[in-house]
């Protein structure tokens, strides 16, 4: 994926430069495929991962600098993500394997039964060429049309047996002779030239050594397929926590003056984010509060009170988007950008404004300048 690219570029010029080794390039790069993987099999959305790429690799040496290994403050910086952002633990891939349509899934297949057939394969083969240039396409076991015999050897449930096991990994593999098998019975598909217990794919293995293919064969095939796909994109695991820094901290619902005071971070719904400046953190706060209830955000913001002057349905030449067709102008003051989320968050049902606080800097910056910080 192109959205990587500010990251592995950043990371390949720090490895250049003689700060990670090469087998720390190789671990990165498959915690970052790990991370998308989940991410595609759990559909989640790509609209936050402009803004992870953009700053993973600098949250990455900032652990560094704390005295931590590169690739777990790499994972630290994708756990300790929410949202859009998300890493998805083993619980939602779970569900989400068991839910998923594997076979209308395009050119992914190239990368899915590469990775099922090959990681950990010495002989390996390949699936990607054979996959392309038609030598290898995607069988359903069961095929997608019953015949009579199919719905007599699934029994009395047969549609919904249908239904439920068509398209998921425990019903599907690959074959260079699909067209030949066609709706046949499983015996068939099993016994004849070329059928599975001639196929050389470790994918066929379990499905040659079946006497019949129903339900419960499924449901085996699909679990040890799981038990492949958690070994080839596992859950990562830290035991690096940055070292705690001392801030003050002033949630939205305080009274309390912002004005002049430096950002460190801020906290909403229990996750933690650091950022530079107002602005970085308006994009992200506001980046959220829109996933949860844009028609709060666009409430305030096509309003005819403050602050609606400070948004707009036209791209701003100074300006961010937070969702398609709504842009923020951050050209104001410190107090002006506070207000306006007071404002949003007091539309909005699920969200208290005690959820969002602010860490600062101990010390006021004088003469700090608020209109565009």
Known sequence: MSITAPF??????????????EDQVLAAIGIIEDYLFRRWVCNIGTNALNKVFENLHYDAVRGVS??????????????RRESNGRF????????????????????????????????????????????????????????QTLSRKWRDSLGTNADAIHEQWLNRMGNLTLTGYNSQYSNNEFSDKRDRDHGFKDSGLKLNRFVSTCESWGEPEMRERDDRIWRRFLT???????????????????????????TNRKVAAYVFQGARHTVKTWVE?????????YEIDPDAVRAVAFGDKFPARYFSNDPLEYGFEIGPGLWFNPGNS?????????????RMPDVDSSDLSFELYDEPHAGARNESD
């Open 232 to 258: 080839i994109w596992p859950c990562i695991t830290t035991d690096y926590h940055p070292k705690a820094e001392e801030h003050e901290s002033h949630p939205l619902d305080e009274d309390f003056n912002f």
């Open 281 to 289: 953190m308006m994009q992200s706060i506001l980046g959220s509060l």
């Open 334 to 346: 410190t107090a002006t950008k506070i207000e306006a989320l007071r404002r949003i968050i007091e």
């Open 88 to 143: 998805p633990r083993d619980d939602e891939f779970r569900q989400s394997y068991t839910e998923r349509n594997f076979y209308g899934i395009g050119r992914k297949r190239l990368y899915l039964y590469n990775c099922l057939e090959n990681r950990d394969n010495v002989e390996r083969v390949n699936v990607v060429d054979m996959l392309e240039d038609g030598t290898l396409s995607v069988e359903h076991i069961m095929p």
């Open 8 to 21: 592995l570029l950043s990371m390949l010029d720090y490895a250049d430069a003689g700060n990670l080794a």
């Open 66 to 79: 704390d005295g931590a290994d590169y690739c777990e403050a790499l994972k630290y910086s994708l756990l």
